[in-house]
Nanobody, 113 residues
Framework: VQLVESGGGLVQAGGSLRLSCAAS????????MDWYRQASGKQRELVAS???????NYADSVKGRFTISRDNAKKTVYLQMNSLKPEDTAVYYC????????WGPGTQVTVSS
C-alpha cells in the first residue's frame, strides 16, 4: 500500500489549497479514506473522512470550510480547504486502514496571518 500526498504550501489567511492523495495497492473504491493533520507539538487529529458511498464526516473545526472528495477511477482522495486560518497550519496526512493503518509521508500546510 502506498499513499502519496501533494498540494501543500504556504498561503495567507483566508486563502485556499487543494490537497491530493494518490493511493496504490488497495481496493480503493471500497475503502474509507481519511485526512489527518498534526501541528507542531500537538497530537495528530482526524480532519475528514469519506467512505465508499462518498458519505463524509468532518472535525468541527473545519466544517463548512473543508470538503473531502474522492475519484475512484484515479484512486485519489482530495481535501479542498477554503477560508484557511493560521490554526490550520500543520502537516496533513492521508490515511487508510487495510488490515493495518497506512499513512502517507505528509504534506506541509502553512497559513500566515
Amino acid at each position: 500500500v502506498q499513499l502519496v500526498e501533494s498540494g501543500g504550501g504556504l498561503v495567507q489567511a483566508g486563502g485556499s489549497l487543494r490537497l491530493s492523495c494518490a493511493a496504490s495497492g488497495i481496493m480503493f473504491s471500497i475503502k474509507a479514506m481519511d485526512w489527518y493533520r498534526q501541528a507542531s507539538g500537538k497530537q495528530r487529529e482526524l480532519v475528514a473522512s469519506i467512505i465508499s458511498d462518498s458519505s463524509t464526516n468532518y472535525a468541527d473545526s473545519v466544517k463548512g470550510r473543508f470538503t473531502i472528495s474522492r475519484d475512484n477511477a484515479k484512486k485519489t482522495v482530495y481535501l479542498q480547504m477554503n477560508s484557511l486560518k493560521p490554526e490550520d497550519t500543520a502537516v496533513y496526512y492521508c490515511h487508510v486502514y487495510d488490515m493495518y493503518n497506512y499513512w502517507g509521508p505528509g504534506t506541509q500546510v502553512t497559513v500566515s496571518s
